[in-house]
């Protein structure tokens, strides 16, 4: 699950030469999303159905669940 995380995040960045995105540390754009639980610590058919919290798209809040 690392791994794939990584995938999506941290060499995504690198591949298309981004170096503000891909982590979530000082001097990075705020870009991220909240899940309801963990996504590391979820299987493949957990994670599908993990809700989304909020997202954050340059420090701005962008969505906001109700529940």
């Known amino acids: 699950a690392r791994e794939?995380?990584?995938g999506y995040?941290?060499?995504t960045a690198r591949a298309i030469g981004d170096?503000?995105?891909g982590?979530?540390?000082v001097g990075y754009?705020?870009?991220f999303t909240i899940?309801?639980?963990n996504p590391l610590?979820?299987?493949a058919d957990e994670q599908a159905l993990n809700p989304i919290r909020a997202t954050v798209i340059d420090g701005t809040l962008q969505y906001q669940?109700?529940?």
Do not use: P
């Open 4 to 6: 794939a995380h990584e």
């Open 9 to 11: 995040t941290v060499h």
């Open 19 to 21: 170096s503000e995105r």
């Open 23 to 25: 982590a979530v540390a």
């Open 29 to 31: 754009r705020a870009d």
């Open 35 to 37: 899940f309801d639980r």
């Open 41 to 43: 610590a979820l299987s």
């Open 65 to 67: 669940s109700r529940g």
